[in-house]
C-alpha cells in the first residue's frame, strides 16, 4: 500500500530486463515535473553509458575553463580581450547558479570557489548538502563529459549568433483604419 492505493511490486529481476517506474505526486504539474526529471536523468546515464568519460562536478570544469579564458584575456590586446573577459564571466555563472539554487550564498561560495582554483591541482566544487567549498573528489560528484560538452557547445553557438547580428531590423507599427 502506498496511501490509499493498492501496488504490486515485483523484485529480482535479471540485470537487461525491463522495469516499472511507478511517479506518484499531489498534482499533474508535479507529476510532469518528476516524469521530465526522471527522463533527464535516464538520458544523462544512458549517455554516459556509451561515453565512459566523466568530470568532477558542483561546478568544478567551469571554474578551471575561467580561469583559463581569463589567462587569455589578459594576454589578448584590444577590444577581443572585453569578449574573453565576458565568456569567463558566463561560465563562472554556472556555480553561482548552483549555489542559488541550492538556496546558499552565491557570491561567498564562488569568492571562495574562485580561491581554491588558484591553487594547484584543485578539486573544489560547491558542496551544496554542507553549502560550502569541497573537494569533489573526495565527495564522488561528478557529471557526464558528453552532456557538459554539449551544453558548452550549444550555449557558446547561440552566443556567436546573437553577436553575428548586424542590426536589428524594426518595423513601424502599422496605421489602424478609424472605423467609426
Not at 558566463?90 to 582554483?117: C, F, K
Amino acid at each position: 500500500m502506498i496511501g490509499e492505493d493498492k501496488l504490486i511490486h515485483f523484485s529480482g529481476v535479471e540485470m537487461g530486463q525491463a522495469c516499472t517506474v511507478v511517479l506518484r505526486g499531489a498534482s499533474h504539474h508535479v507529476l510532469d515535473e518528476a516524469e521530465r526529471s526522471l527522463h533527464d536523468a535516464l538520458c544523462v546515464l544512458s549517455q554516459t553509458v556509451n561515453d565512459t568519460r566523466v568530470l568532477l562536478g558542483g561546478g568544478w570544469p567551469e571554474m578551471v575553463m575561467a580561469k583559463e579564458v581569463d589567462e587569455l584575456a589578459r594576454k589578448t590586446p584590444g577590444k577581443k580581450s572585453h569578449a574573453i573577459e565576458a565568456f569567463s564571466r558566463a561560465l563562472v555563472a554556472i556555480p553561482t547558479i548552483i549555489a542559488d539554487n541550492a538556496g546558499l550564498d552565491s557570491a561567498d561560495l564562488v569568492a571562495q570557489l574562485r580561491a581554491e582554483h588558484h591553487k594547484e591541482g584543485c578539486n573544489a566544487g560547491i558542496d551544496v548538502i554542507s553549502g560550502s567549498v569541497g573537494d569533489m573528489a573526495e565527495l564522488g560528484i561528478s557529471e557526464s563529459f558528453k552532456v557538459k560538452q554539449a551544453v558548452l557547445l550549444s550555449a557558446t553557438e547561440a552566443a556567436e549568433m546573437i553577436l553575428r547580428v548586424d542590426e536589428i531590423i524594426t518595423c513601424a507599427p502599422r496605421k489602424r483604419e478609424d472605423r467609426m
